[in-house]
């Protein structure tokens, strides 16, 4: 049922019997919520449902899958709830989504007080990482720091910033951003400051392994905005429950609300 009033388009579902669905609702194999207290549709939202969050396309369709918003990425599982700490996909490759406010790792991260590097598309690095010149390993995704390590039979130093003080000879190196792999014969030993954004920074200022954490923006404080998401509903079956297996982030259109805002929890 669609009833416009003011400008204001609003949708209900009405069941065999007359009478006005609420909550949950499956529709041509498509799971929809309507809102206990007045039975609208929610759209084009993020919503707080029994204490998860999941997201809501214009169309009202509960979306799954990985999500864009203001550069920004999320993961929905099948159940459509968003997920936090770390993630593995079919492929192996690990991301990590922030317990705070779901945003997927990219550039360096500190989590339970070791630094890990992630490629722009959220991919856990692990071997050598080379950024700007300067070479630095993470051993199975954790940064190595202040120690001299063998490595294939071969000892290097790492300064306190997570630095190689040592020459690296031809090995199979990361390369920061677009986690692209190449085989490097170059020589390390810079004493250079590399930066990566941080993610859920405030403002565009880099950080360093080694320097001040910088705390992460709680969910809504962004605001609304222009968003992206992949197409919904595509692995749901039998109601929310399940597990999805994307791997990496994809793009369509839509439009959002950030976590945390107030006005998005069903009535």
């Not at 194999?29 to 029994?50: C, E, N, S």
């Not at 950080?207 to 910088?214: D, H, K």
Request: proline share 4%.
């Amino acid at each position: 049922l669609k009833l416009t009033e003011s400008n204001t388009t609003r949708w209900y579902y009405l069941k065999a019997d007359g009478s006005m669905a609420t909550g949950w609702r499956k529709i041509n194999d498509k799971w929809y919520y309507f809102q206990p207290g007045d039975g609208t549709l929610l759209m084009g939202t993020w919503a707080k449902i029994d204490n998860s969050w999941y997201r809501f396309e214009t169309n009202g369709v509960m979306q799954t899958g990985w999500y864009a918003q203001d550069g920004s990425y999320y993961y929905l599982n099948a159940s459509g709830v968003m997920q936090t700490g770390w993630k593995t996909d079919t492929a192996g490759h690990k991301y990590y989504l922030d317990p705070s406010n779901g945003k997927m790792a990219q550039g360096w991260k500190q989590i339970d007080s070791s630094w890990y590097y992630f490629t722009d598309n959220g991919k856990m690095v692990s071997g050598w990482l080379e950024l700007n010149g300067a070479y630095y390993y993470l051993d199975n995704g954790k940064m190595i720091a202040g120690k001299t390590v063998s490595i294939g039979g071969t000892n290097y130093s790492f300064g306190s910033n997570g630095v190689c003080t040592s020459s690296v000879g031809n090995v199979s190196v990361t390369h920061g951003g677009s986690g692209s792999t190449t085989s490097s014969g170059a020589s390390s030993g810079s004493s250079n400051a590399v930066t990566a954004t941080q993610p859920g920074s405030t403002s565009s200022s880099n950080v360093t392994p080694g320097s001040t954490t910088v705390s992460t923006v709680e969910p809504g404080a962004a605001g609304n905005g222009t968003t992206t998401s992949t197409e919904p509903g595509s692995s749901t079956s039998g109601g929310p429950g399940g597990v999805a297996q994307n791997e990496g982030p994809t793009q369509s259109n839509g439009v959002s609300t950030a976590p945390g805002s107030t006005t998005s929890s069903p009535a």
